[in-house]
């Protein structure tokens, strides 16, 4: 993997000091000597492509090329290519995510939405997620593994304007990694999102939103299907939402 000729961008959603944001550097950094890590004071988790429009963007300096924001992914990428480089990144990289960001996940994810900010503003993107179990360790050293091939390959197809590419590496250790499939975003059956309710001291009732993931089929080729098959995902994304399909029945009645 060469690295040597960009100015690299890493942010995240888990926050500046998380286990995943610090691999991907020191990954990073065997290969690259221009790196700037600009990430959340904390973490951002479901922030998806929020901007902080009523509320400061707060700005801490933890050395040349490091800061921490009170503010959501979206605002660390504007922030980073706009005020806080020495010149706009030539790649940026959002992740590695503590979780998955598969199928309808992408609507959520502060890790896609930099990864989508990004790719607005011309910059090459990718998002990199670990998939673990739930109760079990995050497998970083499948992520560890495969990043630098997934990353190669990734700029080697020359991503086109308005893109960036999702990856999802799978919930194994990397001797167990079945290879590394291209796919298309899957998608789950309904509910995956649920309140769950609660009385607090004074016996006022509020919810916490809980992340229960609705089983399904995975179809062939998407990147459910993938994490099935114990494969990493590659999933490029298009900025362009129109429903084609849509768009050509609607046309029949509005003339």
Known sequence: MDL??????????DGIHAEGIQLLERIVRQHCDDVWVIAPDEERSGASHSVSMHTPVRVRKVDERHFALKGTPTDC?????HELMDGPPTLLLSGINRGANLAEDLTYSGTAA?????ALLGVPSIALSQVFTPGEDVPWQT?????PQVIEGILAADMAPGTFVNVNFPPV???????LHVVDQGQRPPGSFQPEGRTDGRGVPYYWIKLRYTRGQADEGTDLWAMAENAVSICPVQLN?????????LRRHFR
């Open 173 to 179: 250790g990397p001797d167990a990694v079945t290879g």
């Open 241 to 249: 939402m129109t429903a084609m399909a849509l768009k050509d029945r």
């Open 4 to 13: 040597s000729n960009q100015k690299i961008l890493i942010t995240n959603d």
């Open 114 to 118: 930099a990864a989508m900010e990004g």
């Open 143 to 147: 992520a560890e593994r495969f990043l």
């Open 77 to 81: 990428a504007i922030m980073a290519i």
